[in-house]
């Protein structure tokens, strides 16, 4: 279960009309989003104010994208109006969710470590349903050396990745890229510096 603040302690960080992330999508995203086949329905989960849908959106997809924080969707809305483009919103807290299932072709999850390790669990299992057969998994995050670097992301390291809890988890899937780095990136004030990520793009097996 997700701790029963979230949507107000993320309501508050989003308070602001600046966007907290900023309006770009987040690098990674923008740099494998080409590995989609054109038209995927695509889903978007703790999509925040709107980033990264919006990018999808874009790009032709079909995209629902869920976030515990109402104020985020409100912002994500409106960017999405701006430049012009639909998606679908919907308000959810993703630790509790009845996730669809088989109903996507993709599934797009970008520095969603408000979870702890049985929240990030039952969005794991989510991702499995949503997906259909085939279907991609684009993960983004921060890993556990991010704790010394404090440029982002929770000061909770069971929240933060490890290459081999990622492994283990989708050892049944057909990993596609798996990167572990340390890099400087800028999103808004939010994320911003020297940080410890790692990638996973991995297709859920037929
Ligand atoms: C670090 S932000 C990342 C937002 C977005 N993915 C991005 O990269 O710009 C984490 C997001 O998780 C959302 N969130 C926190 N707890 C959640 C929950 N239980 N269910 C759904 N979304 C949640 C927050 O509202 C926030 O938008």
Redesign the pocket.
């Known amino acids: 279960m997700?701790?029963p603040d979230?949507?107000a302690?993320?309501?508050d960080?989003?308070a602001s009309d600046d966007y907290?992330?900023?309006t770009q999508p987040?690098a990674f995203?923008a740099r494998e989003a080409h590995r989609l086949t054109p038209l995927s329905r695509v889903l978007?989960?703790?999509?925040?104010?709107?980033?990264?849908s919006v990018f999808l959106a874009q790009h032709g997809h079909r995209v629902v994208a869920?976030?515990?924080?109402q104020?985020?969707l409100d912002k994500a809305r409106s960017l999405a109006e701006r430049r012009g483009v639909d998606v679908e919103y919907v308000q959810?807290?993703?630790?509790?969710?009845d996730w669809p299932h088989e109903t996507f072709d993709a599934v797009?999850?970008?520095?969603?470590?408000?979870?702890g390790p049985a929240?990030r669990r039952t969005?794991f299992d989510g991702f499995r349903r949503a997906l259909k057969p085939g279907g991609m998994l684009f993960l983004?995050g921060y890993r556990e050396e991010q704790i010394d670097y404090g440029t982002?992301?929770p000061p909770t390291v069971e929240n933060l990745y490890t290459v081999r809890d990622l492994l283990d988890t989708f050892s049944d899937w057909d990993v596609h890229h798996l990167a572990s780095y340390d890099a400087e990136i800028v999103?808004?004030t939010?994320?911003s510096g020297m940080s410890a990520l790692v990638d996973l793009i991995a297709r859920k097996n037929i």
Request: aromatic share 14%; net charge negative.
């Open positions: 997700a701790e979230q949507a302690f993320w309501n960080r989003y907290l992330f900023g987040n995203l978007a989960v703790a999509d925040g104010e709107g980033r990264n869920a976030d515990v924080s104020r985020a959810a807290d993703l630790a509790e969710w797009v999850a970008i520095f969603i470590q408000f979870a929240a969005m983004h982002g992301g999103e808004g939010g994320h």
